[in-house]
């Protein structure tokens, strides 16, 4: 579901209408009647990386979340991406902080627009620099898993499986592309 409109004014404090604003925009907006601050609601970007390991990349490095949604379901290292950093930054921070790997970034790999919830997630290709791990808070297992080892039942996001996915797509082609998807 798409986060709700702004009720408060991130200016002033007051209570906004939702209405077309007067600037001849198209899209019912959070209008502000005391300052006329319209507020735009954009999506937000999730970031993250496919890390992978060993000579040819047989391994993925997947984390079981600590947190919802999905608390205990499989994912790629992923987030939301934070204000001053570039994606890539994002990425390798996620990667950081959820499953507590090194890793050297590779380019990135998918992007994918989900509508329904106001999101757009970025995955980078990433190689592991070591296959120790130090999981944050918001992970309870971080470990590696071969394409035949992949709990497929258990992912957390459609994102996630359509990484994987053309992942193990591509590494079985030999050729690694860019992947644009359209979640719906």
């Known amino acids: 579901m798409i986060r709700p409109p702004a009720k408060h004014c991130r200016n002033c404090g007051t209570a906004v ?20 601050t319209v507020h735009y609601d954009n999506p937000l970007n999730v970031v993250g990386t496919v890390p992978v390991w060993g000579e040819h990349g047989e391994q993925v490095l997947l984390c079981k979340r600590n947190i919802e949604p999905r608390k ?11 204000l001053g950093e570039t ?15 090194q890793i050297s970034l590779g380019e990135l790999f998918t992007l994918m627009n989900v509508p329904r919830v106001g ?32 709990p497929w039942d258990e992912l957390a996001f459609r994102t996630v499986r359509e ?3 053309r992942y193990f797509a591509d590494r079985r082609s030999g050729r690694f592309g860019f992947h644009v998807l359209d979640i719906v």
Not at 88 to 98: H, K, N
């Open 163 to 165: 990484t994987l996915e």
């Open 72 to 82: 205990g379901k499989w994912t790629l290292p992923a987030g939301f991406m934070e």
């Open 17 to 36: 209408d939702l209405r077309l604003p007067d600037d001849g925009d198209t899209r019912m907006r959070a209008v502000c009647p005391a300052c006329h």
């Open 119 to 150: 999101q757009v997630h970025f995955y980078y290709r990433a190689r592991l620099l070591s296959d120790q791990f130090q999981p944050g808070i918001e992970t309870m297992e971080a470990r590696l898993f071969s394409e035949a080892e992949i």
């Open 87 to 101: 994606v890539a930054e994002g990425a390798m921070r996620e990667t950081d902080e959820e499953a507590g790997a």
